[in-house]
């Protein structure tokens, strides 16, 4: 599905697709509008889970309900990424 920016003196305009050449381009885009992309609190970026896990999360918010919230990027399609999520 397209999308499309408005502006109030100028028919809607289709955004063309936007590559990234890393995960990291679009972590730090998605971390500085948290907000108004998805209404979640920024809380971190690369947060550590601890020396049990061994692993780090990606970006790390809080809800409107007060819920956390996880975000993994990924670049590439992979089968295990739903099992990443998980553990």
Same mark, same amino acid.
């Given at each position: 599905?397209? /999308?499309? #920016?408005?502006?109030?003196? %100028? +028919?809607?305009? %289709?955004?063309?697709? @936007?590559?990234?050449? =890393? #995960? %990291?381009? /679009? ?5 500085? !509008? /948290? &907000?108004?992309?998805? *209404? ?8 550590? =889970?601890?020396? %049990? !896990?061994?692993? @780090?999360? &990606? =970006? /790390?918010?809080? &809800?409107?309900?007060?819920? +956390?919230?996880?975000? #993994?990027?990924? *670049?590439?399609?992979? @089968? &295990? ?7």
């Amino acid at each position: 599905m397209p /999308l499309f #920016e408005l502006n109030e003196n %100028k +028919p809607p305009s %289709k955004l063309g697709k @936007r590559v990234f050449n =890393t #995960e %990291k381009e /679009l972590q730090q885009l998605v971390e500085s !509008h /948290l &907000d108004n992309f998805f *209404k979640i609190q920024f809380v971190g970026s690369e947060v550590s =889970t601890g020396e %049990k !896990h061994g692993g @780090r999360i &990606d =970006t /790390l918010g809080i &809800d409107e309900n007060g819920s +956390p919230v996880i975000i #993994e990027y990924k *670049k590439e399609q992979a @089968r &295990d990424i739903i099992n990443q999520g998980l553990f």
